[in-house]
């Protein structure tokens, strides 16, 4: 069980996790099973019904709660179910400050759904605090930051929005999809709340769609059990156990990742095709140094910028071999991925482009492969493009 003592690369392979009580099973059993006998009304081991509560479940939520260094962990069906879980505290007239340049999926939801239900969203550059600030109105109850950002990687300062956004009563969220809890644990740097798509590293083998919370705020840790139990987004078993299976090799994997991607970057950033590479542990990266005070390494994803724009774009794309076209992000494997058509094709391309995501851009969410088939691989793809 969790020990506060412990490390984090023990806490992954063992917290939320005990020997099965009944056989002595290592591995935490895929509870196939919808209820639970009781002894008498009311009377139960802790469990009655599965959507409340769940075994499997309950030990990723404790496991993810404990890589977070927070207390309680929700899990859900999605990331965006985690997601719309965090929105659905909130009320018709509360106001959200959300960052620009978020996960597509995020800015659907927001805009085309609870707006619907009378929650009003502002889209800010947070990577500037000063315009989190500025973006603040007397109904703002959250401001929703992901950093390093999807896909222009851009970096949000988690310690300077959480203080001022705490000094005017508003909560704050982080989507820590990106850099996962191996990299930034953002409880620690003030957050109330963190939220991942466990579908990308905690899972980390493109196998799973899954999501979570994870707070210290009792009462919010109370709201939002309230909202899994009543609107149901829950995950299953088997999928708590792949992503509970993920998380016990995260940090090894992240260390990889991190490896390869920076090998990567830099040598984009060096080839005379590249008019732009988004990157926080390049030294030029506008978010280097907040990056590097708030990570412990700087992620596996790359984003870029060919000359010669979408046409170039597309034609690159279609021609990796090791790298697969393909949404996503995370798993061992890598991806390359085209966010103006693919993942961010839900925001409209005025605002697209007003985010600095333009029709060009190119996404490769580098996987734990050898580093020189990587290397070959890209460079291969980038001349193969030329017009
Ligand atoms: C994928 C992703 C999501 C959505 O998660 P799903 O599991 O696909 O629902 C949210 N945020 C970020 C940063 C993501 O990459």
Same mark, same amino acid.
């Given at each position: 069980m969790?020990e506060?003592?412990?490390?984090?690369?023990?806490?992954a392979?063992?917290?939320?996790?005990?020997?099965d009580?009944?056989?002595g099973?290592i591995?935490t059993p895929?509870y196939?099973?919808?209820?639970?006998? =009781?002894?008498?009304?009311?009377k139960h081991?802790? +469990?009655?019904y599965?959507?409340t509560?769940?075994?499997?479940r309950l030990?990723?939520?404790?496991n993810? %709660?404990?890589?977070?260094?927070?207390r +309680?962990g929700?899990? +859900?069906?999605?990331?965006?179910?985690?997601?719309s879980?965090?929105? =659905?505290?909130?009320?018709?007239?509360? *106001?959200?400050?959300?960052g620009?340049d978020?996960?597509g999926?995020?800015?659907?939801v927001?805009?085309?759904h +609870?707006?619907?239900?009378?929650?009003?969203?502002?889209f800010?550059?947070t990577?500037?605090? %000063?315009a989190?600030?500025? $973006?603040?109105?007397?109904e703002t109850?959250? %401001?929703w930051?992901e950093?390093?950002?999807n896909?222009l990687l851009?970096v949000?300062?988690?310690r300077a929005?959480?203080?001022l956004?705490?000094?005017?009563?508003?909560?704050?969220a982080?989507?820590?999809t990106?850099?996962s809890p191996?990299? =930034?644990?953002?409880?620690r740097?003030g %957050?109330?709340l !963190?939220? *991942?798509s466990t579908t990308?590293?905690?899972g980390?083998?493109?196998?799973?769609?899954?999501?979570?919370?994870v707070t210290?705020?009792?009462g919010?840790?109370?709201?939002?059990?309230?909202i899994?139990?009543?609107l149901?987004?829950?995950?299953g078993?088997?999928?708590?156990?792949?992503?509970?299976?993920?998380?016990?090799?995260l940090s090894?994997?992240?260390k990889?990742?991190c490896?390869n991607?920076a090998?990567?970057?830099?040598?984009?950033?060096?080839h005379?095709?590249a008019a732009? !590479?988004h990157?926080?542990g390049?030294? $030029?990266?506008?978010g280097?140094?907040?990056?590097?005070a708030?990570?412990?390494?700087?992620g596996g994803?790359?984003?870029?910028?060919?000359?010669?724009?979408?046409?170039?774009a597309k034609?690159?794309v279609s021609?990796t071999? !090791?790298?697969?076209?393909?949404?996503?992000?995370g798993?061992?494997?890598?991806?390359?991925?085209h966010p103006?058509?693919?993942t961010?094709?839900?925001i409209?391309r005025?605002?697209?482009?007003?985010?600095g995501?333009?029709?060009?851009?190119i996404?490769l969410?580098?996987?734990i492969?050898?580093i020189?088939?990587l290397t070959?691989d890209l460079?291969?793809?980038?001349?193969?493009?030329?017009?």
């Amino acid at each position: 069980m969790t020990e506060p003592a412990m490390k984090f690369d023990t806490l992954a392979v063992h917290a939320g996790q005990a020997p099965d009580p009944a056989t002595g099973a290592i591995m935490t059993p895929v509870y196939l099973t919808s209820t639970y006998v =009781q002894e008498a009304p009311e009377k139960h081991k802790g +469990f009655d019904y599965s959507r409340t509560a769940h075994p499997t479940r309950l030990a990723l939520e404790g496991n993810l %709660a404990a890589l977070e260094g927070g207390r +309680f962990g929700i899990c +859900f069906a999605s990331g965006v179910a985690a997601i719309s879980a965090v929105i =659905q505290t909130l009320s018709p007239g509360d *106001h959200v400050v959300c960052g620009r340049d978020v996960y597509g999926g995020t800015y659907r939801v927001f805009k085309r759904h +609870f707006e619907r239900f009378g929650v009003r969203f502002s889209f800010v550059e947070t990577s500037d605090p %000063a315009a989190v600030e500025k $973006a603040i109105l007397p109904e703002t109850k959250l %401001a929703w930051i992901e950093t390093p950002s999807n896909p222009l990687l851009r970096v949000t300062d988690i310690r300077a929005v959480c203080r001022l956004a705490s000094g005017r009563g508003v909560r704050v969220a982080v989507d820590n999809t990106f850099a996962s809890p191996a990299l =930034q644990n953002p409880l620690r740097l003030g %957050a109330h709340l !963190v939220v *991942h798509s466990t579908t990308k590293y905690l899972g980390g083998h493109s196998d799973v769609i899954g999501g979570c919370v994870v707070t210290d705020d009792a009462g919010l840790h109370e709201n939002l059990r309230f909202i899994q139990n009543s609107l149901g987004a829950v995950p299953g078993p088997l999928d708590c156990f792949l992503v509970l299976r993920g998380t016990k090799t995260l940090s090894v994997r992240m260390k990889r990742h991190c490896e390869n991607a920076a090998t990567l970057a830099r040598r984009l950033s060096r080839h005379p095709d590249a008019a732009a !590479v988004h990157y926080p542990g390049l030294p $030029a990266h506008p978010g280097h140094a907040t990056a590097a005070a708030q990570m412990s390494g700087f992620g596996g994803m790359i984003s870029f910028e060919l000359h010669g724009g979408l046409e170039r774009a597309k034609r690159m794309v279609s021609r990796t071999k !090791v790298f697969a076209l393909a949404e996503s992000l995370g798993g061992v494997e890598s991806l390359v991925s085209h966010p103006a058509s693919m993942t961010h094709g839900a925001i409209p391309r005025e605002e697209r482009i007003k985010s600095g995501l333009s029709d060009g851009l190119i996404r490769l969410s580098v996987g734990i492969e050898d580093i020189d088939d990587l290397t070959r691989d890209l460079e291969a793809a980038i001349a193969a493009s030329r017009p």
